[in-house]
């Protein structure tokens, strides 16, 4: 059936108008003027302006988000540097009052780079040892950070020998002197002791462990006397005192099995002091006995006997702001 088109013309509006053709499907419009071309595209161009718009903003936004994330990381980087660092330096400290004063210390530590204050307050235990409080204070200058620990340092001979104890032997003189078993101590128990099977060519020191026997004469501890004695571990050993030898400290001698040892004093030989056994020893005393609690607290005191603990819940950090 042969279509019949027909023009039909709306209103004007201004000076554009768009056409429709009529056919038996229905009104269909013409091509578009240039007009409406323009309009259109400068719709598309401002969605794609507002997109791009978008896409920039997120992009400096993900960019800002980025930095901030690396300075939060660099922040935290550098915190537990310094965090470290400080630990590292405290214990550094520590390890120097075990055996040094506070002013000795901080004369040894490199302070270069941090404000470091000690406070040191000389104590009495209960058994009369000699202890040490240490209150370490310790700023670095690249930070505003102040940490503080506090210390304790205490003879490793805790307790002196009793009277009954001293020029005799007990089954409980390591839990008694040393607060430890004779199954748990060892030379590592003493920091700074001197480990060794035998006594030949003893270095100067002023503790020695030695595994065996040992033969004493008075050079290898002509180093020591009254005011600086010696203390003398022999475990599953004999001790013979040579001629002339002058020994002042105290000798402990340990047997971990049922044999018994001896402890040999040659004439014109000496302890000043006291010897003391966990077991029984064959004893041939030909020399001098001289028992002098003076001479054990000499020792005790002595700081190459001491150790140090942190003070447990003594350990925090603030800043020096809040101070």
């Given amino acids: 059936m042969p279509t019949t088109n027909t023009e039909m013309q709306w209103p004007q509006r201004g000076n554009r108008k768009t056409e429709f053709k009529t056919s038996h499907g229905g009104v269909v419009p013409t091509r578009p ?128 020998p009793t009277s009954t104890q001293q020029l005799s032997w007990d089954n409980q003189l390591t839990e008694w ?46 180093h020591s006397d009254e005011n600086q004695p010696l203390m003398l571990l022999i475990v599953d050993g004999d001790l013979s005192l040579h001629a002339d030898t002058q020994f002042h400290g105290l000798i402990v001698m340990l047997s971990t099995t049922p044999y018994t040892h001896t402890l040999h004093v040659s004439p014109e030989a000496s302890i000043k002091g006291a010897y003391v056994s966990n077991q029984p020893l064959n004893t041939s005393l030909d020399g001098s006995l001289t028992p002098s609690t003076t001479v054990l607290k000499n020792l005790q005191s002595h700081t190459t006997l001491a150790k140090i603990i942190p003070i447990p819940g003594s350990w925090y950090r603030n800043s020096s702001t809040n101070d």
């Avoid at 660092?85 to 009052?97: N, P, S």
């Avoid at 101590?185 to 035998?198: I, N």
């Fill in 33 to 160: 003027t240039a007009p409406l071309r323009f309009q259109q595209g400068i719709a598309v161009l401002g969605i794609v302006a507002i997109l791009l718009s978008a896409i920039t903003f997120s992009a400096i936004s993900t960019s800002q988000q980025v930095q901030q994330f690396y300075t939060i990381e660099k922040t935290k980087r550098d915190t537990e540097k310094a965090h470290v660092t400080h630990m590292q330096q405290v214990k550094e400290i520590a390890k120097l009052l075990r055996s040094h004063s506070a002013s000795q210390t901080l004369n040894r530590i490199d302070t270069s780079n941090a404000t470091i204050l000690i406070e040191q307050t000389d104590l009495v235990g209960e058994e009369q040892q000699p202890l040490q409080h240490f209150d370490v204070r310790v700023s670095q200058d690249e930070s505003n950070m102040i940490y503080t620990a506090k210390f304790l340092r205490y003879p490793s001979l805790l307790r002196l």
């Fill in 177 to 222: 002197l040393f607060n430890r078993s004779i199954e748990h101590l060892s030379a590592t128990y003493f920091p700074q002791s001197v480990a060794k099977q035998d006594c030949v060519n003893l270095p100067p020191a002023s503790i020695f462990w030695i595994e065996g026997d040992c033969q004493l004469d008075n050079e290898d501890i002509a």
